[in-house]
């Protein structure tokens, strides 16, 4: 499967050997794309219920809720150059806490 979001006019996306897209909203193709079965394969292989957001990293991603400054600490850091008085007190929530 494989996914996509738009980042928009203004913003930036930060990918650091993690999956970055969360929920999706796959009625939005100007800001969603998916193959065609991402959705079936996420219910056959019982890493979705029907009817719940659709977080892509959470479905698809062993994800980082175990080793979190794994790649955390890498996106804490591009926002900090990007914007360092907001990196500052940056919480990548809900999974991350603080990563200073």
Do not use: C
């Not at 150059?81 to 940056?90: G, H, I, Q, T």
């Amino acid at each position: 499967v494989w996914a996509a979001q738009r980042v928009k006019d203004g913003s930036v996306a930060v990918v650091t050997n993690a999956f970055a897209i969360r929920e999706m909203n796959l009625s939005d193709p100007d800001n969603f794309l998916a193959s065609k079965n991402i959705q079936t394969i996420a219910l056959k292989h019982g890493l979705w219920k029907q009817g719940t957001p659709f977080d892509f990293s959470r479905i698809y991603g062993k994800g980082e809720y175990d080793a979190k400054y794994y790649s955390g600490r890498r996106q804490w850091r591009a926002f900090h150059m990007l914007a360092p008085f907001a990196a500052k007190m940056a919480m990548l929530e809900p999974f991350y806490g603080s990563l200073r």
